[in-house]
């Protein structure tokens, strides 16, 4: 115990910092301390409790193992020797546990152990790059199971058991002791027992939604992309149909979720961003999940951080398996974050009990615990359909993941700053600055890194299909593979992530592949044509022989008959909030939109409501106004953009110039003005007039209280 509480005053000493994604800002680290120093310090009583159980845990254990391995010693200096022994085998454990972390989920540790000492960042990068994990993990092994067999089973401990369970039958407690035995087994049975008494008979297919945030269709393996990413998606692709051309309707998680299970756009559902405040997310919304509940279907979410946005709206689902985004959740992620010496230990199961935040970690995927709850979740909806979303993080940047999904695809000789995953740093001070660009081979390790993450992801995918193969469910189940949006990986001038703008198919388009029941002859069959992702539940329930809700927009895309011909809009996106603004960045859309400040200056806490993380409700109605906005209709794409000397639109053919490089809009007035019709039309319908047209310029009524 003495050993951990050292290496807890260590760690802290070398990491307290109060940053996030590599940010600092000493005014507001002192404004969280001053205002929350209290549940700081809760925390780190917590954590000093963690370190204090495992030290003392596996000192007894190397202690009691030593003390029967020496037996009958007598000598006056016996227990001290043990128990410097007993220290000793315990940083031999440390030190090899740390030794796998840093070779299996090296990300964790960069900002808390490789930065300090080019020492400890040469040993990382010598451990990456020769070391397989299993050459510390064997004698580690060996160590601990040695220990647990020598205070297990040495003798005279099975005797003890022996004597001890022959007394109890002895007792006169014995008949207590047997029934409460039988009662708990009774008791185990019927909790296992418990889902197949649930209601049964329906003639609907279970619907089963896999999706991983930021998927790009063009780089899945079916897809003719040059590296083996996705086998497993790609067998459910031979299987299935997938359309393609299919288009966000706002690149950023959460409105694009609500879009998806709503089939609605946010123009019409009002979750215009990531940080909707209270107000607008308690409004209730009538979903895809609330529907097939009324059918009797058992409803679930599962997610690991990207899907955080889930416990903050009812979106009809039963059970919500995901952590909440608050700033309470947030500033503990950043203090476990610091703790080198405690995160080999709790990176686990075990650890995310005690810690439900590390759910939250960007750098920890939990890509395994989102496959073993669907799993498990599908094992309890036994007896009744079920309808299950299961969202995971693994290809959202910054494409953290383990070994070896981390180097599958990189260059061994790529020593650069991504070399593990690609961090987003967002100045915290507005000052902003030259950017620095990434060079060929930091884009090429970039790429790499995402396909890994997506290698990943197909693994994960692969063993709840095999699942569903084993017990026998793929007659009876529909599974749609999809995501929010895309993802802008360096292609041409659109740069990097998603949500700053609307140009070009990467960051739009997202994967939509169906397997249903009696699929027939269209399997294997791929729909080339735009369309929107609010088309998809539509689509889903089209498959599924259940009656279409009447608050649905989406149209399903197994009927051609029901397709937006003619002079319709296919498809409608818009931008979420700026997260970053900086004039000296070479990229366009920096320089192409109404200022306000960052994310981070964009931002309050919600301290009536959970202390969440809202938008400041001054800038509700800029950030609104300030959005691009695009139509598709046919092979044209309008996209309108609000600048502070009035509204300019680009115009391109979106079906011969996939990346929008050249603004046909001068040399077609007459598409021009057809699409600027139809786009006027279109947002005048969906927000139930909710827009005033000067001009050509939209403005959001100013309807709040508050303006």
Known sequence: MALFVLLFLVGNAMNFSLSYMGNTNEEVAAQIIKTFWWKILYQLIKIFLAYLFIGGALGALYYAALEKTVGGMKAPWRRGAISIASVALLMVHVFLL??????????????????????????????????????????????????????????????????????????????????????????LFLY??????????????????????????????????????????????????????????????????????????PLTHDIRHMFPRSRERNVPLESAGAVLKTLGYRTAVISDYAGDIFPRIDLGFDRVRALTFSFDTLLVQMLLEKQTFLMPFISNRIGDMYFPELRGIAKYSHHETVTRETINEINASRGAPFFITVFYSATHFPYSVPFPYYKKFAD?????????????????????????????????????????????????????????????????????????????????????????????????????????????????????????????????????????????EG?????????????????????????????LSPLFFHHNRISYPDVTGLMELDTSYHNELVILQKYQNITNAAKYRSIISGRYKLIYLPLPGGARYELYDQAADPYNEKDIAKANPFVLKRMKKLFFDFIDEKSSGNFIRVGDFLYPVFSDPIM
Request: net charge neutral.
């Open 98 to 187: 740390i030794t796998n972390k840093l070779i299996v989920q090296p990300q964790l540790y960069i900002d808390s152990f490789a930065v300090h000492f080019k020492a400890f960042a040469c040993y990382q990068d010598f451990l990456t790059g020769h070391v397989h994990p299993l050459a510390p993990t064997i004698p580690l092994v060996i160590m601990t199971a040695a220990a647990l067999g020598i205070v297990l089973l040495a003798p005279p401990t099975p005797r003890k058991y022996f004597e001890a369970l022959q007394t109890l039958v002895k007792s006169r407690y014995r008949v207590l002791a047997a029934l409460v035995a039988a009662v708990l087994l009774l008791a």
């Open 412 to 552: 061994p000789k790529y020593r650069g700053p991504y070399r593990y995953y690609k961090q987003v740093v967002i100045s915290m001070d507005g000052a902003g600055g030259a950017v620095q660009e990434d060079s060929d081979a930091d884009r090429r390790q970039v790429i790499a890194l995402y396909d890994g993450s997506l290698n990943l992801l197909d693994r994960e995918i692969g063993k709840v299909l095999e699942h569903l193969r084993e017990n026998g469910l793929l007659d009876n189940t529909i599974i749609v593979f999809t995501s929010d949006h895309g993802e802008n990986l360096y292609d041409r001038d659109l740069g990097m992530g998603h949500g700053e703008h609307l140009r070009g198919l990467p960051a739009l388009e997202v994967p939509f592949v169906l397997y249903y029941p009696g699929i027939g002859d269209r399997a294997g069959s791929t729909v080339y044509r735009f369309s929107s992702q609010i088309d998809i539940m539509p689509t889903v329930f089209d498959a599924a022989g259940i009656p279409r809700p009447g608050f649905f």
């Open 192 to 265: 296992r027992l418990k889902d197949s008494f649930s209601a049964a008979g329906t003639v609907f297919p279970n619907i089963l939604v896999l999706s991983s945030d930021a998927v790009r269709p063009d780089h899945l393996g079916g897809n003719g992309y040059g590296r083996d990413t996705t086998p497993n998606i790609d067998l459910l692709m031979e299987k299935s149909i997938q359309f393609r051309g299919v288009i966000t309707a706002l690149p950023r998680t959460f409105p694009a979720w609500v879009s998806l299970l709503t089939s609605r756009y």
């Open 555 to 583: 149209v399903s895309l197994l009927r051609k008959k029901e397709w937006r011909d003619g002079e319709r809009v296919d498809a409608y996106c818009e931008t979420g909030l700026w997260f970053d603004y900086n004039r």
